[in-house]
DNA sequence: TTAAAATAGGATAAAATTATCCGAATTAAA
DNA sequence: TTTAATTCGGATAATTTTATCCTATTTTAA
Protein backbone atom coordinates (compact mmCIF):
# COMPACT_ATOMS: atom_id res chain seq x y z
CA UNK A 1 0.00 0.00 0.00
CA UNK A 2 2.66 2.35 0.31
CA UNK A 3 5.73 0.15 0.26
CA UNK A 4 6.50 -2.49 -3.03
CA UNK A 5 6.32 -5.69 -2.72
CA UNK A 6 9.97 -6.42 -2.31
CA UNK A 7 10.08 -3.90 0.07
CA UNK A 8 7.74 -5.72 2.11
CA UNK A 9 9.20 -9.19 1.95
CA UNK A 10 12.54 -7.46 2.63
CA UNK A 11 11.43 -6.14 5.84
CA UNK A 12 9.54 -9.25 7.04
CA UNK A 13 12.78 -11.24 6.15
CA UNK A 14 15.37 -8.96 8.29
CA UNK A 15 12.79 -9.30 11.01
CA UNK A 16 12.81 -13.25 10.94
CA UNK A 17 16.77 -13.77 10.24
CA UNK A 18 17.28 -10.91 13.73
CA UNK A 19 14.79 -13.58 15.19
CA UNK A 20 17.27 -16.60 14.76
CA UNK A 21 20.37 -14.81 15.03
CA UNK A 22 19.61 -14.05 18.38
CA UNK A 23 19.33 -17.85 18.89
CA UNK A 24 22.68 -18.14 16.82
CA UNK A 25 21.03 -19.35 14.31
CA UNK A 26 22.04 -18.94 10.48
CA UNK A 27 18.38 -19.53 8.53
CA UNK A 28 18.46 -20.69 4.56
CA UNK A 29 16.03 -18.80 1.90
CA UNK A 30 14.30 -21.64 2.27
CA UNK A 31 13.23 -21.31 6.05
CA UNK A 32 12.76 -17.39 5.22
CA UNK A 33 10.35 -17.72 2.24
CA UNK A 34 8.76 -20.42 3.79
CA UNK A 35 8.31 -18.17 7.38
CA UNK A 36 7.56 -14.95 5.52
CA UNK A 37 5.15 -16.59 2.97
CA UNK A 38 7.01 -15.37 -0.08
CA UNK A 39 8.30 -16.25 -3.59
CA UNK A 40 11.39 -18.29 -3.13
CA UNK A 41 13.66 -17.16 -6.17
CA UNK A 42 12.50 -13.76 -5.91
CA UNK A 43 12.93 -13.00 -1.89
CA UNK A 44 16.51 -14.31 -3.21
CA UNK A 45 16.79 -11.30 -5.35
CA UNK A 46 15.90 -9.18 -2.35
CA UNK A 47 18.12 -10.68 0.08
CA UNK A 48 20.88 -10.21 -2.18
CA UNK A 49 20.31 -6.76 -2.43
CA UNK A 50 20.57 -6.40 1.18
CA UNK A 51 23.64 -8.38 1.38
CA UNK A 52 24.89 -5.91 -0.65
CA UNK A 53 24.08 -2.98 1.15
CA UNK A 54 26.15 -4.81 3.97
CA UNK A 55 22.73 -4.89 6.42
CA UNK A 56 22.59 -8.72 6.58
CA UNK A 57 24.72 -11.48 6.27
CA UNK A 58 25.02 -14.22 3.75
CA UNK A 59 27.25 -17.77 4.02
CA UNK A 60 27.65 -19.69 0.96
CA UNK A 61 27.83 -23.83 0.77
CA UNK A 62 26.21 -26.11 2.95
CA UNK A 63 24.77 -25.40 6.45
CA UNK A 64 25.27 -21.49 4.76
CA UNK A 65 22.35 -18.90 5.08
CA UNK A 66 21.65 -15.54 6.17
CA UNK A 67 22.27 -13.89 9.53
CA UNK A 68 22.45 -10.47 11.10
CA UNK A 69 25.34 -9.58 13.67
CA UNK A 70 23.18 -9.64 17.41
CA UNK A 71 24.81 -6.13 18.29
CA UNK A 72 23.93 -4.19 15.31
CA UNK A 73 19.71 -5.41 15.21
CA UNK A 74 19.02 -2.73 17.38
CA UNK A 75 20.69 -0.15 15.38
CA UNK A 76 19.15 -1.44 12.04
CA UNK A 77 16.22 0.94 11.25
CA UNK A 78 13.49 0.23 8.99
CA UNK A 79 14.61 3.36 6.95
CA UNK A 80 17.89 1.58 5.86
CA UNK A 81 15.93 -1.65 5.00
CA UNK A 82 13.63 0.45 2.74
CA UNK A 83 16.39 2.43 1.12
CA UNK A 84 18.48 -0.05 0.15
CA UNK A 85 15.58 -1.70 -1.44
CA UNK A 86 13.00 1.26 -2.71
CA UNK A 87 15.79 3.95 -2.55
CA UNK A 88 15.24 7.58 -1.63
CA UNK A 89 11.90 8.34 -3.40
CA UNK A 90 10.05 8.24 -0.04
CA UNK A 91 12.41 11.41 1.03
CA UNK A 92 12.75 13.49 -2.28
CA UNK A 93 9.66 12.18 -4.48
CA UNK A 94 6.86 14.86 -4.73
CA UNK A 95 3.36 13.53 -3.83
CA UNK A 96 2.11 14.69 -7.48
CA UNK A 97 4.93 13.46 -9.22
CA UNK A 98 6.73 16.81 -10.24
CA UNK A 99 10.43 16.33 -11.31
CA UNK A 100 11.21 19.17 -8.99
CA UNK A 101 8.72 20.10 -6.13
CA UNK A 102 10.09 22.37 -3.30
CA UNK A 103 9.61 25.17 -1.37
CA UNK A 104 9.91 27.72 -4.20
CA UNK A 105 7.80 25.52 -6.55
CA UNK A 106 5.62 23.66 -4.45
CA UNK A 107 2.96 20.70 -5.86
CA UNK A 108 -0.58 21.75 -4.73
CA UNK A 109 -0.38 19.20 -1.56
CA UNK A 110 3.54 20.02 -0.95
CA UNK A 111 3.09 20.88 2.79
CA UNK A 112 -0.29 18.74 3.45
CA UNK A 113 2.25 15.85 1.93
CA UNK A 114 5.03 17.04 4.15
CA UNK A 115 3.35 16.43 7.09
CA UNK A 116 2.79 12.22 6.29
CA UNK A 117 5.75 12.00 5.39
CA UNK A 118 7.97 13.78 7.85
CA UNK A 119 5.85 11.27 10.22
CA UNK A 120 6.62 8.50 7.90
CA UNK A 121 10.71 9.58 7.50
CA UNK A 122 10.30 9.39 11.46
CA UNK A 123 8.75 6.53 11.85
CA UNK A 124 10.99 4.64 9.64
CA UNK A 125 14.24 6.04 11.08
CA UNK A 126 13.04 5.37 14.91
CA UNK A 127 11.69 1.88 14.54
CA UNK A 128 14.69 -0.64 14.59
CA UNK A 129 14.95 -4.77 14.11
CA UNK A 130 15.47 -5.09 17.77
CA UNK A 131 11.89 -3.97 18.39
CA UNK A 132 10.12 -5.67 15.72
CA UNK A 133 12.07 -8.65 16.28
CA UNK A 134 10.99 -8.87 20.06
CA UNK A 135 7.41 -8.34 19.00
CA UNK A 136 7.71 -11.27 17.20
CA UNK A 137 8.37 -13.65 19.84
CA UNK A 138 6.37 -12.37 22.48
CA UNK A 139 3.67 -13.13 19.75
CA UNK A 140 2.27 -9.73 19.84
CA UNK A 141 2.53 -9.59 15.94
CA UNK A 142 2.99 -11.88 13.18
CA UNK A 143 4.67 -12.47 10.04
CA UNK A 144 1.72 -14.30 8.12
CA UNK A 145 -1.54 -14.66 8.16
CA UNK B 1 6.20 7.33 -3.93
CA UNK B 2 2.24 7.18 -2.21
CA UNK B 3 0.02 7.24 -5.32
CA UNK B 4 -0.45 5.79 -8.56
CA UNK B 5 0.64 7.95 -11.39
CA UNK B 6 -2.83 7.91 -12.90
CA UNK B 7 -3.47 8.76 -9.27
CA UNK B 8 -1.18 11.88 -9.55
CA UNK B 9 -2.77 13.04 -12.97
CA UNK B 10 -6.13 12.60 -11.80
CA UNK B 11 -5.85 14.79 -8.87
CA UNK B 12 -3.75 17.72 -10.93
CA UNK B 13 -6.43 17.36 -13.47
CA UNK B 14 -9.23 17.70 -11.01
CA UNK B 15 -7.60 21.02 -9.73
CA UNK B 16 -7.50 22.18 -13.29
CA UNK B 17 -10.85 21.65 -14.25
CA UNK B 18 -12.14 23.46 -10.73
CA UNK B 19 -9.92 26.40 -11.53
CA UNK B 20 -11.90 26.52 -15.35
CA UNK B 21 -14.99 25.36 -13.99
CA UNK B 22 -15.00 29.18 -11.51
CA UNK B 23 -14.30 30.81 -14.73
CA UNK B 24 -16.83 28.68 -16.59
CA UNK B 25 -15.06 27.40 -19.41
CA UNK B 26 -14.77 23.63 -19.63
CA UNK B 27 -11.81 22.07 -20.64
CA UNK B 28 -10.38 19.85 -23.59
CA UNK B 29 -8.57 16.73 -22.61
CA UNK B 30 -5.84 18.22 -24.88
CA UNK B 31 -5.53 21.52 -22.86
CA UNK B 32 -5.97 19.51 -19.54
CA UNK B 33 -2.95 17.09 -20.59
CA UNK B 34 -0.86 19.63 -21.72
CA UNK B 35 -1.89 21.80 -18.54
CA UNK B 36 -0.94 19.13 -16.07
CA UNK B 37 1.89 17.48 -18.41
CA UNK B 38 0.34 14.06 -18.77
CA UNK B 39 -0.08 11.47 -21.66
CA UNK B 40 -2.97 12.61 -23.51
CA UNK B 41 -4.57 8.93 -23.82
CA UNK B 42 -4.00 7.64 -20.29
CA UNK B 43 -5.18 11.28 -18.31
CA UNK B 44 -8.17 9.98 -21.16
CA UNK B 45 -8.97 6.93 -18.89
CA UNK B 46 -8.39 8.74 -15.54
CA UNK B 47 -10.64 11.36 -16.63
CA UNK B 48 -13.24 8.60 -17.74
CA UNK B 49 -13.14 7.01 -14.28
CA UNK B 50 -14.03 10.17 -12.69
CA UNK B 51 -17.07 10.82 -14.97
CA UNK B 52 -18.00 7.59 -13.98
CA UNK B 53 -17.62 8.57 -10.21
CA UNK B 54 -19.28 11.54 -10.47
CA UNK B 55 -17.01 13.72 -9.66
CA UNK B 56 -16.34 15.44 -12.97
CA UNK B 57 -18.81 16.31 -15.68
CA UNK B 58 -17.82 15.56 -19.62
CA UNK B 59 -19.12 16.88 -22.19
CA UNK B 60 -19.23 15.13 -25.92
CA UNK B 61 -18.66 17.50 -28.87
CA UNK B 62 -17.68 20.21 -30.25
CA UNK B 63 -17.06 22.59 -27.66
CA UNK B 64 -17.48 19.99 -25.40
CA UNK B 65 -15.03 18.80 -22.76
CA UNK B 66 -14.54 18.72 -18.90
CA UNK B 67 -16.12 20.62 -15.85
CA UNK B 68 -17.25 20.27 -12.48
CA UNK B 69 -20.07 22.06 -10.74
CA UNK B 70 -19.08 25.11 -9.00
CA UNK B 71 -21.35 24.33 -5.95
CA UNK B 72 -19.39 21.21 -5.44
CA UNK B 73 -15.95 22.04 -6.07
CA UNK B 74 -15.59 22.87 -1.96
CA UNK B 75 -17.18 19.54 -0.84
CA UNK B 76 -14.78 17.32 -3.49
CA UNK B 77 -11.87 15.99 -1.16
CA UNK B 78 -8.72 14.64 -2.16
CA UNK B 79 -10.12 11.39 -0.91
CA UNK B 80 -12.64 10.78 -3.44
CA UNK B 81 -10.83 11.19 -6.03
CA UNK B 82 -7.96 8.82 -4.61
CA UNK B 83 -10.97 6.03 -3.86
CA UNK B 84 -12.04 6.78 -7.74
CA UNK B 85 -8.88 5.35 -9.19
CA UNK B 86 -6.72 3.65 -6.46
CA UNK B 87 -10.08 2.40 -4.98
CA UNK B 88 -9.49 2.00 -0.84
CA UNK B 89 -6.20 0.29 -0.74
CA UNK B 90 -5.00 3.47 1.61
CA UNK B 91 -7.98 2.20 4.20
CA UNK B 92 -7.32 -1.41 4.15
CA UNK B 93 -4.10 -2.75 3.21
CA UNK B 94 -1.71 -3.87 5.85
CA UNK B 95 1.61 -2.10 5.53
CA UNK B 96 4.02 -5.44 5.02
CA UNK B 97 0.68 -6.94 2.38
CA UNK B 98 -0.88 -9.21 5.49
CA UNK B 99 -3.97 -10.98 3.95
CA UNK B 100 -5.09 -9.95 7.05
CA UNK B 101 -3.82 -7.26 9.70
CA UNK B 102 -5.92 -6.16 12.33
CA UNK B 103 -5.66 -5.08 16.24
CA UNK B 104 -6.36 -9.42 16.80
CA UNK B 105 -3.49 -10.09 14.68
CA UNK B 106 -0.81 -7.33 13.43
CA UNK B 107 1.56 -7.11 11.38
CA UNK B 108 5.22 -6.01 12.95
CA UNK B 109 4.74 -2.54 11.97
CA UNK B 110 0.61 -2.19 12.39
CA UNK B 111 0.71 0.03 15.33
CA UNK B 112 3.48 2.46 13.81
CA UNK B 113 1.95 2.37 10.61
CA UNK B 114 -1.30 2.95 11.64
CA UNK B 115 -0.32 6.24 13.09
CA UNK B 116 1.15 7.74 9.61
CA UNK B 117 -1.92 6.04 7.45
CA UNK B 118 -4.88 8.12 9.75
CA UNK B 119 -2.67 11.06 8.98
CA UNK B 120 -2.26 10.68 5.33
CA UNK B 121 -6.19 9.82 5.34
CA UNK B 122 -7.24 13.01 7.46
CA UNK B 123 -5.48 15.05 5.23
CA UNK B 124 -6.90 13.12 2.30
CA UNK B 125 -10.11 13.69 3.59
CA UNK B 126 -9.68 17.57 5.09
CA UNK B 127 -8.05 18.34 2.04
CA UNK B 128 -10.89 19.75 -0.86
CA UNK B 129 -10.52 21.21 -4.68
CA UNK B 130 -11.17 24.62 -3.67
CA UNK B 131 -8.45 25.37 -1.98
CA UNK B 132 -6.26 23.89 -4.04
CA UNK B 133 -7.83 25.43 -6.90
CA UNK B 134 -6.90 28.75 -5.19
CA UNK B 135 -3.51 28.01 -4.15
CA UNK B 136 -2.68 27.33 -7.78
CA UNK B 137 -4.30 30.99 -8.73
CA UNK B 138 -2.33 32.65 -6.35
CA UNK B 139 0.35 31.37 -7.61
CA UNK B 140 1.46 29.96 -4.55
CA UNK B 141 1.89 26.29 -6.04
CA UNK B 142 1.67 24.42 -9.47
CA UNK B 143 0.89 22.10 -11.73
CA UNK B 144 4.01 21.45 -13.57
CA UNK B 145 7.18 22.35 -13.52
C1' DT C 1 -26.62 18.20 -44.08
C1' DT C 2 -22.01 18.14 -43.66
C1' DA C 3 -17.70 18.92 -41.44
C1' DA C 4 -15.05 19.60 -37.47
C1' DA C 5 -14.22 19.02 -32.66
C1' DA C 6 -14.83 16.43 -28.79
C1' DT C 7 -15.32 12.39 -25.47
C1' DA C 8 -15.90 7.03 -25.07
C1' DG C 9 -14.08 2.82 -25.25
C1' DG C 10 -11.85 -1.33 -27.05
C1' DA C 11 -7.48 -3.27 -28.53
C1' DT C 12 -2.62 -3.12 -28.15
C1' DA C 13 1.95 -1.91 -26.85
C1' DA C 14 5.66 -0.48 -23.73
C1' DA C 15 7.66 -0.31 -19.32
C1' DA C 16 8.09 -1.55 -14.62
C1' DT C 17 7.44 -4.76 -11.11
C1' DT C 18 7.05 -9.26 -9.53
C1' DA C 19 8.20 -13.95 -10.12
C1' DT C 20 10.58 -18.22 -11.95
C1' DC C 21 14.32 -21.13 -13.79
C1' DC C 22 18.75 -22.84 -14.11
C1' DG C 23 23.61 -23.30 -14.02
C1' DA C 24 27.83 -21.64 -11.47
C1' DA C 25 30.30 -21.11 -7.34
C1' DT C 26 31.04 -22.17 -2.56
C1' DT C 27 31.12 -24.74 1.62
C1' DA C 28 30.78 -28.42 5.00
C1' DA C 29 30.22 -33.08 6.04
C1' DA C 30 30.64 -37.81 4.92
C1' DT D 1 37.40 -36.39 -2.80
C1' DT D 2 32.83 -36.64 -3.55
C1' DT D 3 28.25 -35.24 -2.54
C1' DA D 4 24.71 -32.46 -0.84
C1' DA D 5 23.23 -28.03 0.59
C1' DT D 6 23.60 -23.56 -0.14
C1' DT D 7 23.88 -18.58 -2.10
C1' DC D 8 24.85 -15.92 -6.52
C1' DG D 9 23.66 -14.18 -10.73
C1' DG D 10 22.06 -14.15 -15.44
C1' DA D 11 18.16 -15.07 -18.42
C1' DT D 12 13.47 -15.23 -18.95
C1' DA D 13 8.51 -15.14 -18.00
C1' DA D 14 4.19 -13.36 -15.98
C1' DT D 15 1.67 -9.67 -14.22
C1' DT D 16 0.51 -5.01 -13.41
C1' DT D 17 0.84 -0.35 -14.52
C1' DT D 18 1.42 3.08 -17.76
C1' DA D 19 0.86 4.60 -22.33
C1' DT D 20 -0.74 4.64 -27.27
C1' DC D 21 -3.77 3.96 -31.28
C1' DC D 22 -7.84 3.77 -33.68
C1' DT D 23 -12.69 3.80 -34.45
C1' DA D 24 -17.33 5.02 -32.88
C1' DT D 25 -20.32 8.33 -31.13
C1' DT D 26 -21.91 12.85 -29.97
C1' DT D 27 -22.45 17.72 -30.59
C1' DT D 28 -22.12 22.32 -32.51
C1' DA D 29 -21.55 25.49 -36.15
C1' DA D 30 -21.38 26.60 -40.82
Do not use: W
Not at 43 to 58: F, G
Amino acid sequence: MMFSKACEYGIKASIFIALSSYKGERVSLKAIAKEINSPEAFTAKILQDLVRHKIINSTKGAYGGFDVDKTSISSIKLSHIVNAIDGDSIYNGCGLGLETCDENHPCPVHDRFKLVRDELKFMLEHTNLEELALNISSGASFLKV
